[in-house]
């Protein structure tokens, strides 16, 4: 597959470097493939299949520890559906998901259609760092 020169650099210059990160070959297709594509919830299982379709020859524990740094960068959010593989969303601020269980899908919830109404008090000594809601949903059964 063929990567444009335009998102080549956005990579290098506008995620890569601008959070420290070497942009090392595998970085920098890892990343055009999770960012190239507008907001994406992709496991390390989805971004490897992506590689290889690509013809980029990396390692399912090397997209790992990839999406472990791009985590730690700020650039990527791990989401977890409970009892399913955790997903890395390229939307790194704020927001809430629809959990699709036929399909194993992650779906953003759209800003201001969720109403948290009232967080509880947290614990003595402790304070919220955000509140991830994952909403789960199963297709209606046909009648
Ligand atoms: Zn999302």
Redesign the pocket.
Known sequence: MQTPARSQSFCVFSKLRSVGLRPTRQRVALCNLMFGRG?R?LSAEDLHAEAQDAGESVSLATVYNTLHQFTDAGLV?P?SAEGQRTYF???ASD?H?FFIEDDGE???IPAGALDLGQLPEPPEGMEIVNVDIVVRLRRKPTA
């Open positions: 907001d919830h959010r989401l969303d390229t939307n927001h998901h992650m779906v953003d």
